[in-house]
């Protein structure tokens, strides 16, 4: 008998054979970076999910929990995966009380279903996520990727209200509550947002929802400089308008995104000229709002001197939303080697992105730059080869991105890349002071380390 | 307390920053709270290496730390449980950068919260979180506290504001979590130091984030004649997807309260108003202040008013945010609560707060933020009545007890503190505690900082350090 065979024999001891996988195919579905693990296993409950934990945590093995893995590529390779989590099969809405905007779910219930849930009391959870159509609810909190929504609503950390979670010693725990405002306790489960599953495993999260809004559109202006393109979003920001969202996309960028667009829309597409600097505005509100706001970015974009500007309807605004929602997801395969770096840096400081594509161009890669919710910054390094001379450049590439995100009081993070990369370059850059400190959270969560070892910042 | 700690003290930071005779210390011996404990020294840093100096002779001489703002907190967090050493940060009160570009301010801990705002405010901007004390509360125990305030309905509360912090370990320590553009990679590290009511260090610095005022604010004064109008009102806006920028709710008993003194211009006959405020762009406010009279008319309000300009949407704020000061009035003391409810059993929660007063033979007034469930009965008693202030407090926990039933929670915006962390077992396991516990020893292992707060003194974490309740001051001395 295996190892493997070995390992899911002794866990279907612990949670009956129905719960657990071990066979080859299935098992490389769940590989990170090419590490396979020994098994997987599929807790119904709480209670059982708490169970492989303590089985795990007797026979040393290394945990990873798993929703839908759409980003299962994000981090660095696990040091060890023995088993993975697969926490999909709990997927309930524990409690939704609409008059009070409050909602209790399982960890691995899609996104997509939840929202059919939420939308039929006119109500939405403002996680506009890549990958949207698969992501479990805990998957995409424990990514840490960016809504696109985060502009208006803020990130998971402004409506996340309480989690039930496994801790590193199999106990059952939690933290917050359901309620709207709420200081009892530590509010450990702000932790969890981004953590990759090194810290718990969320069985249960708590939000407070959203009104749908009556409507909502975009609006686009095409800019023919950077210079140009940056006064319009700082005349914006100035002005106070709400917007859902606003994105620049760099001409690199602006050419990826009609592409994926040309497959369903290419009519809208061809509206894209690629050639220049787009700036892409959503806005939601009542009937009265929606054309006062395409109205005031039409004017400061005529102001802005834009090459081009064009008010879109709701449908229009929701097909580019969501391709521009799931640029994480193409970027990845936007060419044989990718490096998608996720940045912050001073908006102030135009000259920034301008630096970023020259790093590209002195390293002879095509760079395009998205920054979404006038904040982050998603920067693609694009080789047209998979070998040494493209590692190379995108190894060097990637050395002078994290050194100018540092330089500018600012971070970066490799959000993808291939595993041969990340042989070469730690995703997460240079350790940052408060290494030391997230040592110790890790720590008093997951004394014994068997929660994604090795995945995150600094090797924890 | 060694003769010799106070003159090392003394020697560190000039006598003029350290207080030591009795008379000087009772005055920080409480706060907003029913709570008293007096420290033994109290050291007025200027820099952030100061607070790490005397967090290391404090380690020397093994006496505990506690940092304080001005001391207006509600629970008693900013008193010295286990004596010691108090670190008040009102001379650490400067402004360090205003970087607009990025809608940023960095600012030392005892820079009073409505302070930022004034030193913005010219630009469009505004600090976000208002309690009701934001014009005296710093900015630091903002942090410590995680408080919020009227605004925070739309807004979020202090831990949506801080980017980034810099903090003093127990061991003197000085580290910087979060960053400054927000998001950094890695643990949520200013998510767990934001309300932990300075039970894991201390906070030095805050890099907190500035919000640009809306272009309209309309402020609305609904007036009813009967308090499950009301209630069942902010129920239906919440039911209904409007969500003001605020949504107040005061009682008749406290309105007139607060009529006698601040001359709101509240209607002493009624028996509850809301004020509500709505904001946003023009035609959103708008659309808002008339849906909301509209669920208002719904429910029988008497009148509606719209404040007419600034000067009568500042009158009826001034009424809200000094009614606590007005209540003083009424009794020799009062007990402030802060139990959060789910919206949709706001009715069913205050009839069940009045009775409990019946049964005690108190009169609850009620002044709240009603649009996030956040409740604020107020308990009036006279502390030199044993027997009072006895029942005041079974009163208080039977309310807290019954917030808890309903789905809610010990505390919204005032913290656990020493006023509530026996409480705390009703919402939390021996296993919550055990992870909280061991977050908790973490960062400070010998519970040095802030001992004897938020965990039960069963529970871990401190009670070594707490003085026994013969050394400490009675609550009701």
Same mark, same amino acid.
């Given at each position: ?17 129905? @719960? ?55 981090? +660095? ?73 985060? *502009? ?21 725990? *939690?933290?917050?509550? @359901? ?88 009519? &809208?597409?061809? @509206? ?6 787009? #700036? ?25 001197? %834009?090459?081009?500007?064009? #008010? ?14 799931? %640029? ?13 770096? @996720? +940045? ?93 400190? +997230? ?11 068997? &929660? ?9 | ?31 907003? $709270? ?7 020294? /109290? ?58 570009? =990025?809608?940023?301010?960095?600012? !030392?801990?005892?820079?009073? =919260? ?19 004390? !934001?014009? $005296?509360?710093?900015?630091?125990? =903002? ?33 910087? /979590? ?38 309209? /604010? ?59 405020? /709505? ?42 945010? =000094? ?9 020799? $003391? ?13 009715? !069913? ?129």
């Amino acid at each position: 008998m295996t190892a493997t065979a070995n390992l899911a024999t002794r866990l279907e001891s612990v949670l009956g054979a129905h @719960r657990v996988v071990a066979s080859e195919a299935e098992l490389c579905e769940y590989a990170i970076d090419g590490m396979v693990p020994g098994a997987i296993v599929r807790p119904t409950s709480a209670q059982e999910a708490a169970e492989v934990v303590r089985f795990a945590l007797t026979e040393k093995l290394a945990v990873v929990a798993t929703g839908s893995r759409s980003k299962l590529d994000l981090g +660095m390779p696990p040091a060890r995966y023995d088993l993975a989590l697969d926490m999909t099969a709990l997927h309930d809405i524990a409690h939704f009380d609409p008059a009070d905007l409050t909602l209790s779910v399982d960890a691995g219930i899609p996104l997509r279903q939840l929202a059919k849930v939420l939308a039929e009391k006119g109500q939405f959870l403002p996680l506009a996520v890549p990958c949207y159509e698969t992501s479990t609810v805990a998957g995409a909190l424990a990514s840490g990727i960016d809504s696109t929504l985060r *502009k208006q609503y803020g990130s998971a950390r402004d409506f996340l209200i309480g989690a039930e979670f496994v801790d590193g010693k199999g106990a059952l725990c *939690k933290s917050g509550g @359901r309620v709207v405002k709420n200081v009892t306790g530590y509010d450990l489960h702000k932790l969890f947002i981004g953590s990759l599953g090194t810290l718990a495993v969320i069985t249960r999260l708590n939000f407070r929802t959203f009104t749908l809004p009556q409507t909502h559109g975009g609006h686009l202006a095409c800019f023919s400089n950077l210079g140009g393109a940056s006064a319009y979003r700082d005349a914006i920001g100035k002005s106070g308008l709400p917007l859902a969202n606003l994105e620049t996309l760099s001409p690199e960028m602006v050419a990826l995104t009609a592409s994926v667009l040309r497959e369903t829309n290419a009519e &809208f597409a061809a @509206r894209l000229d690629p050639g220049k600097w787009w #700036i892409y505005a959503s806005y939601e509100g009542n009937e009265a709002v929606v054309p006062r706001i395409a109205r005031d970015l039409q004017k400061l974009a005529n102001e802005a001197a %834009a090459a081009n500007g064009v #008010i879109l309807d709701a449908a229009s605004d929701a097909h580019l939303g969501g391709v521009l929602r799931e %640029a994480f997801d193409w970027l990845r395969w936007a060419s044989p080697s990718v490096a998608l770096f @996720r +940045m912050a840096l001073p908006q102030s400081k135009p000259g920034d992105l301008a630096d970023l594509l020259c790093v590209a161009q002195e390293s002879a890669l095509r760079g395009a730059l998205l920054v979404r919710a006038a904040a982050i910054i998603y920067f693609a390094l694009l080789a047209e080869k998979e070998d040494e001379a493209a590692l190379r450049a995108l190894e060097n590439a990637a050395a002078q991105v994290f050194s100018h995100a540092a330089a500018g009081q600012g971070h970066a993070t490799l959000l993808h890349t291939s595993s041969k990369l990340k042989s070469r370059v730690n995703v997460w850059g240079p350790k940052r002071a408060d290494f030391g400190m +997230m040592q110790r959270v890790k720590h008093s969560f997951d004394p014994q380390n068997i &929660f994604a070892p090795g995945r995150f910042v600094g090797g924890i | 307390m060694a003769a010799s700690l106070l003159r090392e003290l003394n020697s560190l930071l000039g006598s003029s920053n350290v207080l030591h005779k009795i008379e000087d210390l009772a005055l920080y011996e409480y706060d907003g $709270s029913v709570e008293k404990a007096r420290p033994d020294l /109290v050291a007025f840093p200027h820099t952030t290496e100061d607070v790490s100096r005397i967090v290391k002779l404090a380690a020397k001489y093994n006496v505990p730390i506690v940092g304080r703002g001005s001391g207006t907190g509600l629970s008693g967090g900013a008193l010295a449980r286990g004596g010691g050493i108090m670190i008040v940060f009102a001379r650490m009160n400067r402004i360090l950068e205003l970087d607009l570009e =990025n809608a940023r301010a960095v600012v !030392q801990p005892g820079v009073v =919260n409505l302070d930022i705002t004034r030193a913005v405010e010219h630009t469009g901007l505004y600090f976000a979180p208002d309690p009701s004390s !934001q014009k $005296s509360c710093t900015i630091g125990g =903002n942090v410590a506290e995680n408080a919020g305030g009227p605004h925070t309905l739309a807004y979020g509360v202090t831990v949506n504001h801080v980017t980034a912090l810099e903090l003093v370990l127990p061991d003197g320590e000085i580290v910087r /979590v979060g960053s400054k553009h927000g998001d950094a990679p890695g643990y949520d590290l200013c998510g767990l130091f934001v309300g932990s009511e300075g039970t894991l260090a201390l906070v030095t610095e805050i890099t907190v984030k500035l919000t640009r005022k809306a272009e309209a /604010v309309k402020t609305l004064l609904a007036i009813f004649d009967a308090v499950d109008d009301a209630s069942n009102t902010v129920a239906e806006i919440t039911a209904r997807g409007i969500t003001p920028a605020a949504c107040e709710m005061v009682d008749g008993w406290t309105l007139r309260a607060i009529e006698e003194y601040i001359h709101a211009g509240f209607p002493r006959d009624s028996a509850a108003i809301l004020l509500i405020e /709505v904001e946003g762009l023009r035609e959103a406010a708008a659309a808002q202040a008339t849906a909301v009279e509209d669920v208002c008319r719904t429910h029988h309000a008497r009148e509606v008013r719209i404040a007419k300009d600034d000067a009568e949407r500042d009158l009826l704020w001034k009424g809200r945010k =000094n009614a606590f000061g007005a209540l003083g009035r009424l009794a020799p $003391s009062n007990y402030v609560l802060d139990g959060v409810i789910p919206r949709s059993k706001l009715p !069913q929660a205050l009839q069940q707060i009045s009775q409990i007063g019946k049964k005690y033979g108190f009169s609850i007034g009620n002044i709240f933020h009603a649009g996030d469930g956040n409740l604020h009965p107020i308990v009036l008693y006279d502390p030199r009545d044993p027997r009072q202030f006895e029942n005041a407090i079974a009163a208080s926990r039977e309310i807290i007890r019954y917030c808890v039933e309903l789905g809610g929670a010990l505390t919204g915006e005032h913290g656990v503190g020493m006023e509530k962390n026996e409480l705390m077992p009703l919402l939390f396991s021996d296993a919550d505690f055990d992870l909280m516990r061991r977050v908790h020893d973490a960062f400070n292992p010998d519970s040095s900082l802030n001992p004897g707060k938020i965990f039960p003194l069963s529970k871990g974490c401190g009670e070594i350090r707490v003085r026994k309740m013969a050394e400490a001051l009675p609550a009701h001395v």
